[in-house]
């Protein structure tokens, strides 16, 4: 269970709009980008990490967004000001500012995660969440070089890079944890890797972070 507030970093979002052509040259999910969010929206999206499906709704929307089990849902833009989701029938309050962008993790109970907003379209950005007990670094699948540095349990790190295709491997000092299977980092877009204590072992989640453009 995720027991603190985390200050989540670099989940590009206004990329989404600058760099929408590019995006859907590139990419064969061109209609998750086919509406633009209003100037000074906020975006909000939810990371279920428990074993069963639930529904969010949130206030401004009118449909409900299904979130499977252990996957982060997408990003939906909002009017900034006072807001209310509900996930699985638990609501939160909300106060949401121009621009930014808040990840809102369900782990029986709702803990918001304030993300940054970056805009680097010329690079691909990895998120990487340690939501163990031990201290876990991103590495590439053979450990010898760190992706993203050791994130003490509850905390996240970030990493820039070229569009490249390649796995990763969640490591604890030389013993890895858990692994990614290799996927093509896009430039412009942004990636989620995840790692959660789970009855004693592991679980990994691995996401490419998109905008739910549904009313």
């Given at each position: 269970m995720v027991?603190?507030?985390v200050s989540i970093s670099c989940m590009a979002l206004l990329w989404v709009a600058a760099s929408m052509n590019a995006a859907v040259a590139q990419?064969?999910?061109?209609?998750l980008y086919d509406a633009v969010a209003p100037e000074g929206s906020a975006f909000v999206r939810v990371l279920n990490v428990t074993g069963n499906?639930?529904?969010?709704?949130?206030?401004?929307k009118i449909n409900p967004q299904r979130v499977p089990a252990?996957?982060?849902g997408g990003y939906r833009f909002l009017p900034p000001g006072p807001s209310n989701i509900t996930v699985a029938g638990i609501s939160l309050d909300m106060e949401l500012a121009p621009d930014s962008a808040t990840t809102v993790v369900y782990d029986g109970q709702l803990l918001l995660l304030?993300?940054?907003i970056v805009e680097e379209p010329q690079k691909a950005q990895i998120s990487f969440y340690n939501f163990t007990d031990t201290g876990v670094a991103l590495k590439t699948l053979d450990g010898k070089h760190a992706v993203v540095d050791t994130l003490d349990p509850s905390n996240n790190g970030t990493r820039m890079v070229n569009e490249v295709k390649v796995g990763f491997s969640a490591y604890t000092g030389e013993n890895s944890l858990a692994s990614y299977?290799?996927?093509l980092?896009?430039?412009?877009?942004?990636?989620?890797?995840?790692i959660f204590g789970e009855?004693?072992?592991y679980r990994s989640i691995m996401w490419a972070n998109s905008i739910d453009a549904t009313e």
């Amino acid at each position: 269970m995720v027991r603190k507030l985390v200050s989540i970093s670099c989940m590009a979002l206004l990329w989404v709009a600058a760099s929408m052509n590019a995006a859907v040259a590139q990419d064969d999910q061109a209609q998750l980008y086919d509406a633009v969010a209003p100037e000074g929206s906020a975006f909000v999206r939810v990371l279920n990490v428990t074993g069963n499906s639930v529904e969010v709704t949130l206030t401004s929307k009118i449909n409900p967004q299904r979130v499977p089990a252990h996957q982060f849902g997408g990003y939906r833009f909002l009017p900034p000001g006072p807001s209310n989701i509900t996930v699985a029938g638990i609501s939160l309050d909300m106060e949401l500012a121009p621009d930014s962008a808040t990840t809102v993790v369900y782990d029986g109970q709702l803990l918001l995660l304030k993300d940054d907003i970056v805009e680097e379209p010329q690079k691909a950005q990895i998120s990487f969440y340690n939501f163990t007990d031990t201290g876990v670094a991103l590495k590439t699948l053979d450990g010898k070089h760190a992706v993203v540095d050791t994130l003490d349990p509850s905390n996240n790190g970030t990493r820039m890079v070229n569009e490249v295709k390649v796995g990763f491997s969640a490591y604890t000092g030389e013993n890895s944890l858990a692994s990614y299977e290799a996927q093509l980092l896009r430039k412009g877009r942004s990636y989620s890797y995840a790692i959660f204590g789970e009855a004693g072992d592991y679980r990994s989640i691995m996401w490419a972070n998109s905008i739910d453009a549904t009313e």
